[in-house]
């Protein structure tokens, strides 16, 4: 099964928190804090794969999460970086934020991409020690991991896409010019899925090979989602070269010139981009087609300034001529494209930051207020209740992060009670 688009979430590990400790030793009097810091949470990494080529296995396993970095330890001890969660995809794969369709990476190169980052380890209480403050009660949470709903979206990479309507030859040209083995009969549709084949011309050495693609043919409409080959239009546009197939036989009772004009009216609906493409023109079947139809075809194409070849796959006659001239051609084109990661957006940032210190002040009863926020339960579990510099932490957040102004706006009075989970205090100005 072909499968070229699909959903995923990825959630990287949360850092481990702080430890908050004072060394214990005999002999030794007032040892001091050393409690360690967190370790950092597992990144969620993305590879290429050169042996897949769907995205098919995503489809039954759509969640990856890496796990949390080790809380810290005594005497100074770190705690363990998590290990990062690895993701094999075909090379070509375009990862996209679901929500947005941001472009965050194109995964066609060998480097491994980090998508997610796990979160930073929390400090542990010996960063906190002063001169005025020297047994610090308290350390920080590790920072939570970033978490993505993804869409992955397989555009080939190949440097020679074959395009035409079904049943001209696509699938017998690829089969004769490399080892790929497509199904070819005769009946509309025999590719249902894009085929990668390499074209060796240049030895075994690979020097001036390419790859081609066999594209499931289009039909009229097919931009606009008519047939199968609207599915697989976003596989050519990473080609350099396109090669338009004709059957200028006409064998299905078709005319050739209407065939060219229509398949490139939808490569121009689809994007006007790839039909600015540089293209060549094979005329195929001309082992069954007449004289008269193979000169009126070539004198069309040679007027709009196009390279014509005329071919028979089944018989292989003019077929190296026509890699002799995508060879040439390829030599002076740029390489692969490959897509630029897209930059947040002012308003996406500014969201993103929101969403970081978010919360929402519920007041079920008079003279009691409810902080839900999310953001504050690592910090609230690491407070200690119990310690004045610990609980003045958790003060200077509530204030940085505007909850006070929040409650204030909200008409909270002298001794009204807030509530923050499983914690209750007092409001006192």
Sequence with gaps: MFVDVVRIEVKAGDGGNGAVSFHREKYVQAGGPDGGDGGKGGDIVFIADDNSSTLVGFRYKKKFV??????????????????????????????RDAETERLIADVSGDTPVIIAKGGKGGKGNMNFATPTRQAPRFAKPGFPGETFSLKLELKLLADVGLVGFPNVGKSSLISVVSAAKPQIANYHFTTLTPVLGMVRTGGYDNEGSFVMADIPGLVEGASGGVGLGHDFLRHIERC??????????????????????????????????????????????????????????????????????????????????????????????????????EPLSFEELETLQKNKQAFKIVTPEDGYFVIDAPFLAPIITMANMDDYESLQYLQRVLRSSGIIDALEEAGIQERDTVAIFDFEFDYIR
Excluded: M, W
């Design 66 to 95: 890496a796990e949390k970095g080790q809380n810290g330890g005594i005497n100074k001890r770190s705690g363990k970086g998590a290990d990062d969660v690895v993701i094999k995809v075909p090379r070509g794969t375009l990862v």
């Design 240 to 341: 350099r070269l396109i090669v338009h197939i004709v059957d200028v036989s006409g064998s299905e009772g078709r005319d050739p010139v209407d065939d060219f004009e229509k398949i490139n009216a939808e490569l121009v609906g689809f994007s006007e981009e790839l039909s600015r493409r540089p293209q060549i023109v094979a005329a195929n079947k001309s082992d069954i087609a007449a004289d008269e139809q193979i000169l009126a075809f070539k004198s069309y194409i040679e007027e709009k300034g196009l390279q014509l070849y005329t071919i028979s796959a089944a018989t292989k006659k003019g077929v190296n001529e026509l890699l002799d001239c995508i060879t040439e051609n390829l030599s002076t084109l740029p390489p692969v494209k490959a897509y630029e990661p």
